[in-house]
């Protein structure tokens, strides 16, 4: 993650300090973000601190991106149908955008999903007990700048060469990227 901060003219607020906290929140449900976030003048804002993503947010590696024809809430609430029809629990939506909202800040429409089974988490857990770190599982739908909504996980293939895991260690993991996979199309 790469995030540079700009001081133009203006001391850094809270608002400035709540971005910053905000941007660590997102990397640390696993979402790979560059930014660069920057005071904009009054005059050019309309507001005396106004903060504005400079570079388009980007994938990381082992992120998997579908294109989704719905809104981004619609798009969870999908994928949420899917889960709990098929005994997944849900744990926590998040909503980024409403949230930096909540703080003065704007953000195209960004909302994760936090979503798992124990019986196919655990057994990962004990394989590779820093798999903890992405698990339990998230679905991020998110808008990019020309209005394209999109939804993101993580690659079950990378999370198995990054733990050092076995085919049949991520195979509830797969069925589960396919499930979500399948609430876009």
Same mark, same amino acid.
């Given at each position: 993650?790469?995030?540079?901060?700009?001081?133009?003219?203006?001391?850094?607020?809270?608002?400035? $300090?709540?971005? #910053?906290?905000?941007?660590?929140?997102?990397?640390? #449900?696993?979402?790979?973000?560059?930014? $660069?976030?920057?005071?904009?003048?009054?005059?050019?804002?309309?507001?005396?601190?106004?903060?504005?993503?400079?570079?388009?947010?980007?994938?990381?590696?082992?992120?998997?991106?579908?294109?989704?024809?719905?809104?981004?809430?619609?798009?969870?609430?999908?994928?949420?149908?899917?889960?709990?029809?098929?005994?997944?629990?849900?744990? #926590?939506?998040?909503?980024?955008?409403?949230?930096?909202?909540?703080?003065?800040?704007?953000?195209?429409?960004?909302?994760?999903?936090?979503?798992?089974?124990?019986?196919?988490?655990?057994?990962?857990?004990?394989?590779?007990?820093?798999?903890?770190?992405?698990?339990?599982?998230?679905?991020?739908?998110?808008?990019?700048?020309?209005?394209?909504?999109?939804?993101?996980?993580?690659?079950?293939?990378?999370?198995?060469?990054?733990?050092?895991?076995?085919?049949?260690?991520?195979?509830?993991?797969?069925?589960?990227?396919?499930?979500?996979?399948?609430?876009?199309?």
């Amino acid at each position: 993650m790469t995030i540079e901060c700009e001081r133009q003219s203006q001391p850094m607020s809270g608002r400035a $300090r709540s971005a #910053a906290w905000f941007v660590a929140l997102i990397v640390a #449900a696993g979402v790979s973000v560059t930014l $660069r976030v920057g005071v904009v003048p009054a005059a050019e804002a309309g507001s005396p601190t106004m903060y504005r993503e400079r570079t388009p947010m980007k994938s990381g590696e082992g992120v998997i991106s579908r294109s989704s024809k719905y809104s981004v809430p619609e798009t969870l609430d999908r994928v949420e149908a899917v889960l709990r029809a098929k005994g997944v629990k849900v744990f #926590a939506r998040i909503d980024h955008s409403g949230e930096a909202a909540s703080v003065g800040l704007t953000m195209p429409p960004t909302q994760l999903l936090i979503f798992g089974n124990p019986k196919g988490g655990t057994p990962v857990m004990l394989a590779a007990p820093t798999a903890a770190i992405d698990l339990p599982l998230k679905a991020l739908a998110w808008q990019d700048g020309d209005g394209k909504v999109w939804l993101s996980y993580n690659d079950p293939e990378y999370l198995k060469r990054r733990f050092g895991l076995t085919d049949d260690d991520v195979k509830p993991l797969a069925a589960t990227s396919a499930l979500i996979d399948g609430a876009v199309r």
